[in-house]
């Protein structure tokens, strides 16, 4: 088959299981289907999707529009703490397990990266929980509940993934040996119009990690790198982006992506 031909073959795939967004088409899956008759044909979607594009949709996956809205709202509500609350989590200790990451100048690109960025390990919960934020009162209840069913996302997928290489299915979780979790909470604040030239987000990059399981709210402004085209994920309600991470990519070698958030308008993930 001619590169041309199996491009166009992989576009008709994709095109009966996929989401068309505004510029653009993301694979989406539905991972309620991962339970039924049809779970050979979804592994396949998945290994697809992760080969050839690295990021994909996933709907019905288990985490409720409640938990959801009270994951974003516990967000919103910390970085509206008052400045000198959230300063306590900033920190160059690189023991702590928590770490709040301000906006600031890159003097190098010209670029003010406009991100406030809480960062913490949640998994196993008993070992981090003390450190997590007290406040808003909400958070640690709330991003317990919330982890938790990113935790079973992340095993069917992983699960998923194993199979679509051709191998047992519990073999990543297995390489991984009791892996861990991270939560990344954001606030992309208001930028003026002005500015937005030189203001980002985030800048491009891949994530350190197994995979990336993103939620954001339903303001647009995440991109995703496509056949070297950016492409605007906008937001579908109720479904995560999930990303392949560096990490995976390093054990597989055929995983790959990239993304990138600049937004003018406030935003949280
Ligand atoms: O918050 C977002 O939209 C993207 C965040 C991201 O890419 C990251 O934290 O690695
Ligand atoms: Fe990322």
Not at 32 to 50: K, N, S, W, Y
Request: aromatic share 10%.
């Amino acid at each position: 088959m001619s590169a041309m031909e199996s491009q166009l073959a992989d576009d008709e795939l994709a095109a009966s299981w996929g989401a068309d967004i505004s510029d653009g088409f993301i694979p989406l899956i539905d991972m309620e289907e991962l339970q039924g008759p049809r779970r050979p044909e979804i592994v396949q979607q998945i290994g697809h999707a992760c080969q050839h594009y690295s990021f994909f949709l996933v709907k019905n996956h288990g985490i409720s529009e409640t938990n959801m809205n009270n994951i974003l709202g516990t967000t919103s509500e910390f970085f509206k703490l008052p400045e000198q609350e959230k300063l306590k989590f900033c920190t160059n200790d690189p023991n702590k397990s928590i770490k709040l990451f301000m906006g600031f100048k890159d003097e190098i690109q010209n670029v003010f990266i406009a991100r406030e960025s809480l960062r913490f390990r949640t998994y196993p919960f008993e070992d981090y929980v003390n450190e997590w934020p007290a406040n808003p009162p909400s958070l640690r209840k709330d991003v317990m509940e919330y982890c938790t069913i990113v935790k079973r996302v992340e095993f069917a997928l992983l699960e998923a993934m194993s199979e679509s290489l051709g191998l047992e299915k519990d073999y990543i979780d297995k390489m991984l040996y009791n892996h861990g979790q991270k939560i990344s909470m954001n606030y992309y604040p208001i930028c003026q119009e002005q500015d937005l030239e030189f203001t980002r987000g985030v800048r491009p990059h891949t994530d350190p990690s197994i995979i990336t399981i993103l939620l954001q709210d339903n303001v647009p402004g995440y991109k995703v790198l496509n056949n070297c085209k950016w492409v605007d994920v906008g937001h579908i309600p109720n479904t995560l982006v999930v990303h392949v991470g560096d990490l995976l990519q390093v054990i597989h070698f055929i995983y790959k992506v990239m993304m990138n958030t600049h937004t003018h308008i406030l935003r949280y993930t």
